[in-house]
Nanobody
Framework: QVQLVESGGGLVQAGGSLRLSCAASGRAFTTYAMGWFRQAPGKERELVAAITWSSVRYYVDSVKGRFTISRDNAKTTVYLQMNSLKPEDTAVYFC????????????WGQGTQVTVSS
């Protein structure tokens, strides 16, 4: 079992930055791929970025060059650095853990709200 707790969301103006953190507890964090998803009102949840245990990374096209996913296995924490934020980045962001970078994901956090004002 893995427990995930996100933090770092908030309200920011367009062009600003936020860093999300996801603290993991439980077994074998280093063996899991970690992902950041987001879900905007009325839209499906989408995978934004993911990282394997060996730090191979994936990004959805809409965030490439703006977002960076990283992990600190010693701290059992995964981060999402978000720069040049746009209003369309507004969503609830979820952290997830699973055996493979592109899913399926077995464990989920509760989510953190990110709101980007224009």
């Amino acid at each position: 079992q893995v427990q995930l707790v996100e933090s770092g969301g908030g309200l920011v103006q367009a062009g600003g930055s936020l860093r999300l953190s996801c603290a993991a507890s439980g077994r074998a964090f280093t063996t899991y791929a970690m992902g950041w998803f987001r879900q905007a009102p009325g839209k499906e949840r989408e995978l934004v970025a993911a990282i394997t245990w060996s730090s191979v990374r994936y990004y959805v096209d809409s965030v490439k060059g703006r977002f960076t996913i990283s992990r600190d296995n010693a701290k059992t924490t995964v981060y999402l650095q978000m720069n040049s934020l746009k209003p369309e980045d507004t969503a609830v962001y979820f952290c997830a853990a699973g055996p493979k970078m592109l899913g399926p994901f077995d464990y989920w956090g509760q989510g953190t709200q990110v709101t980007v004002s224009s």
